[in-house]
């Protein structure tokens, strides 16, 4: 089922799709009955912001099967732009005034690479707060990637993050770590990317009431779930949205800031990511750089030669626990419906039995 772009917005590379054009002048209130609206909220940094669109926007579509999902994009005060990025928002984009005052059966917000070693100092802290609080009393389900993870437990719950030695960088296998409707179907061991310097806790999670649902000792947590007040939450530390080229990039990005001297030690390789290969090729390619630190080396990172053989390898897991997520969403929508119209039906009753006890 195409995705379709609300607003009269639609970001032009999603706008070259056919199917998406025609669904978005759809005014078929049928379908807007049956179908998920989604407020996405994408905080990612300006040289990520219309990849991250593309990689959500893909994935909806791919896990929504026969379930139209209506998207509407949104911007998030307080997150560090530049000229590119305003542009595009301003372009493609509402502010959270505009969210705030509709009406979504859900909301996804992407995380951003953290300036402060304490989130509640972000300059987008209050914002997001908000944001946070309105999710609970206002959708079906939030969604909170890496980073809006991190700061969803700690605005909610109070659960602070963890600093790694190390990036948690690659594609990881986690066994299930608990029953939930989110991930039936999907198997007892799912893949993700993970990109991140910090984590929180099973314990933790588990002391504050959540339901980790997959884990592994290598990988840490990667998703877990609660209910905050009429929204559940669902949270992933990891990617799961990811395209098969992400890492790489990321990678080739981490390689050029430490030739740059913004990081002091060479980035490690994204595990369970490269095969054989393309490992040697990239040890060979980290020797030159070791002995001849020089930032237009960057330029020979063998980038061509790597992208035709990478796949995406997570591709069901993601597909199958969105696919979920989607049903679970559509499901609450239509309980709530039919509450309202029971609801409607007894007020009816009420007034017309009113009515003849006054004749």
């Not at 590379?13 to 998920?36: F, I, L, P, T």
């Not at 972000?122 to 914002?127: L, T, V």
């Not at 948690?168 to 990317?193: C, I, K, M, N, W």
């Not at 309980?335 to 029971?342: E, P």
Request: contains cysteine; proline residues 5%.
């Amino acid at each position: 089922m195409p995705l379709i772009i609300e607003g009269g917005r639609v970001p032009p590379r999603w706008a070259g799709k056919e199917a998406c054009r025609r669904m978005a002048s759809d005014k078929n209130h049928a379908v807007e009955r049956s179908s998920v609206t989604v407020a996405f909220v994408n905080n990612m940094p300006d040289a990520a912001l219309e990849d991250t669109e593309i990689q959500f926007f893909n994935l909806l579509e791919a896990a929504a099967v026969d379930i139209p999902v209506r998207v509407k994009l949104h911007s998030l005060p307080g997150v560090p732009r530049g000229q590119r990025g305003e542009q595009h928002l301003d372009s493609f984009y509402f502010d959270t005034d505009d969210l705030l005052n509709s009406q979504f059966d859900a909301v996804i917000i992407t995380g951003t690479e953290p300036r402060q070693p304490n989130l509640r100092k972000e300059p987008y802290w209050p914002a997001l707060a908000n944001l946070l609080d309105w999710a609970q009393s206002h959708t079906i389900s939030t969604i909170l990637s890496c980073l809006a993870a991190h700061a969803g437990v700690l605005h909610n719950d109070g659960i602070e993050r963890h600093p790694l030695n190390d990036k948690q960088f690659g594609v990881f296998d986690f066994p299930l770590a608990s029953d939930h409707l989110l991930t039936e179907g999907v198997g007892q061991l799912v893949r993700f990317p993970h990109s991140r310097w910090n984590e929180v806790r099973s314990e933790a999670l588990k002391a504050c009431g959540y339901s980790v649902m997959t884990h592994s000792l290598e990988g840490g947590v990667d998703s877990f779930v609660k209910k905050q007040r009429q929204s559940l939450f669902v949270h992933f530390q990891g990617h799961p949205e990811y395209s098969a080229e992400t890492l790489l990039r990321e990678y080739r990005r981490d390689i050029r800031r430490f030739l740059r001297r913004e990081r002091e030690t060479y980035p490690s390789m994204p595990k369970g990511y490269f095969d054989a290969k393309a490992t040697r090729l990239l040890t060979d390619f980290q020797n030159v750089l070791m002995s001849d630190r020089r930032e237009e080396l960057v330029e020979d990172f063998p980038e061509s030669a790597l992208l035709p053989k990478l796949q995406r390898t997570w591709e069901s897991s993601a597909r199958g626990i969105y696919g979920n997520w989607l049903r679970y969403v559509i499901s609450k929508k239509a309980d709530r419906s039919q509450v309202s119209v029971t609801a409607a039906f007894h007020r009816m009753e009420k007034a017309r039995k009113g009515a003849t006890c006054q004749k």
